[in-house]
């Protein structure tokens, strides 16, 4: 399927505004958190434990990761795209975690641009997440065009992302979300590779998780709200009054982090879970597994990182992972399955 050249050079372009406003402007959410503050660890002054003992690895989707992160998924399709991309990807490669890229509708549209996303050849043991819309599902994208993002990327899953605010705002997005829950499962039946639904900072109520994981999704990522607001991602980029004041209305709007992890678990014990949506260190990792998740995403740290160059986004992941050994540490737990299970995590509240 190729689409006109226009419709891929506006894709192409919406990508460059969009590295753009979040590494230039203000898009945080303010009004709203992501939760986890209101939740404590109780300090053990005798953890009884060798630093040096502690383990912060686990496994997701059943491959290993070398501690519990998510290069969440972001961007691609442009030349400063492919620099980003890169950096994180050999970084995700030395510290094992987990990558995504962002939406490769783009590299549909306009294959010459598919390599800024192909980083399998810097990160060739790491857990790489292919990206599309599920809103496109309606609009004449299907199997063959996920297998062909998936194919770019020698992917082990593919994240269907869902956005339904962002399109509202977003000039002439894509709003016929009619169906689509059929459209997934239908999808998820024939693919050959895990599914994984993601919010992209609106959040994932336990309602919608119950329907997508009968539908045959994977894993859920809640990537709920508190952190980067995508409604004043296209408010920056209205092309009109109408979406402007559309984006700031909603700049706020979703569920915190917080509550999509522990209303979806309580309804689905053993789904695999992505915690992302406003963490913003190693502590808030912590929480968010202790919560329930199984490995959480950030994505505004990696980008700025990695705006900056490969060794800040190396520094950023030794800090994460220093952040995390230590809740570990003060918690008396040798390992993230002890930190879940040890009641450490109070709310406060």
């Given at each position: 399927?190729?689409?006109?050249?226009?419709?891929?050079?506006?894709?192409?372009?919406?990508?460059?505004?969009?590295?753009?406003?979040?590494?230039?402007?203000?898009?945080?959410?303010?009004?709203?958190?992501?939760?986890?503050?209101?939740?404590?660890?109780?300090?053990?002054?005798?953890?009884?434990?060798?630093?040096?003992?502690?383990?912060?690895?686990?496994?997701?989707?059943?491959?290993?990761?070398?501690?519990?992160?998510?290069?969440?998924?972001?961007?691609?399709?442009t030349e400063q795209a492919a620099m980003?991309?890169?950096?994180?990807?050999?970084?995700?490669?030395?510290?094992?975690?987990?990558?995504?890229v962002g939406s490769q509708r783009v590299?549909?549209?306009?294959?010459?641009?598919?390599?800024?996303?192909?980083?399998?050849?810097?990160?060739?043991?790491?857990?790489?997440?292919?990206?599309?819309?599920?809103?496109?599902?309606?609009?004449?994208?299907?199997?063959?065009?996920?297998?062909?993002?998936?194919?770019?990327?020698?992917?082990?899953?593919?994240?269907?992302?869902?956005?339904?605010?962002?399109?509202?705002?977003?000039?002439?997005?894509?709003?016929?979300?009619?169906?689509?829950?059929?459209?997934?499962?239908?999808?998820?039946?024939?693919?050959?590779?895990?599914?994984?639904?993601?919010?992209?900072?609106?959040?994932?109520?336990?309602?919608?998780?119950?329907?997508?994981?009968?539908?045959?999704?994977?894993?859920?990522?809640?990537?709920?709200?508190?952190?980067?607001?995508?409604?004043?991602?296209?408010?920056?980029?209205?092309?009109?009054?109408?979406?402007?004041?559309?984006?700031?209305?909603?700049?706020?709007?979703?569920?915190?982090?917080?509550?999509?992890?522990?209303?979806?678990?309580?309804?689905?014990?053993?789904?695999?879970?992505?915690?992302?949506?406003?963490?913003?260190?190693?502590?808030?990792?912590?929480?968010?597994?202790?919560?329930?998740?199984?490995?959480?995403?950030?994505?505004?740290?990696?980008?700025?990182?990695?705006?900056?160059?490969?060794?800040?986004?190396?520094?950023?992941?030794?800090?994460?992972?220093?952040?995390?050994?230590?809740?570990?540490?003060?918690?008396g737990n040798t390992t993230l399955y002890?930190?879940?299970?040890?009641?450490?995590?109070?709310?406060?509240?």
């Amino acid at each position: 399927m190729n689409a006109p050249t226009h419709i891929s050079a506006q894709t192409q372009n919406r990508k460059a505004d969009h590295i753009r406003i979040c590494l230039e402007e203000d898009v945080q959410s303010h009004q709203i958190t992501n939760g986890l503050e209101r939740y404590r660890f109780t300090h053990s002054c005798l953890p009884e434990l060798n630093h040096n003992d502690i383990d912060v690895s686990t496994t997701f989707l059943g491959k290993h990761l070398g501690a519990p992160l998510l290069i969440s998924s972001m961007t691609g399709g442009t030349e400063q795209a492919a620099m980003i991309n890169q950096r994180l990807a050999q970084v995700a490669q030395h510290y094992k975690i987990a990558m995504g890229v962002g939406s490769q509708r783009v590299a549909v549209e306009k294959p010459q641009v598919a390599d800024t996303f192909a980083v399998r050849k810097y990160a060739p043991d790491v857990l790489l997440f292919a990206n599309l819309g599920a809103v496109q599902l309606n609009y004449k994208y299907g199997l063959d065009e996920c297998l062909r993002v998936v194919d770019i990327l020698e992917a082990d899953a593919l994240i269907l992302h869902i956005n339904p605010l962002q399109e509202c705002i977003q000039p002439k997005g894509d709003t016929n979300f009619r169906g689509l829950i059929d459209k997934i499962s239908d999808l998820c039946s024939k693919i050959p590779v895990p599914v994984i639904a993601k919010e992209v900072g609106n959040g994932i109520s336990a309602a919608i998780a119950q329907k997508l994981i009968a539908a045959g999704v994977a894993a859920i990522d809640v990537a709920g709200a508190g952190g980067t607001s995508w409604a004043k991602v296209e408010s920056e980029r209205a092309e009109n009054p109408l979406q402007r004041r559309l984006g700031m209305t909603f700049a706020d709007w979703g569920l915190p982090t917080a509550e999509c992890i522990t209303t979806i678990r309580a309804i689905a014990p053993n789904v695999p879970l992505i915690a992302s949506g406003g963490l913003r260190h190693g502590l808030d990792v912590a929480t968010a597994i202790a919560l329930g998740a199984d490995i959480a995403g950030l994505a505004m740290p990696f980008l700025q990182a990695a705006a900056t160059s490969e060794t800040a986004v190396a520094e950023l992941a030794e800090v994460l992972i220093a952040e995390i050994t230590t809740v570990l540490f003060c918690t008396g737990n040798t390992t993230l399955y002890q930190l879940k299970h040890s009641g450490s995590l109070q709310r406060i509240e």
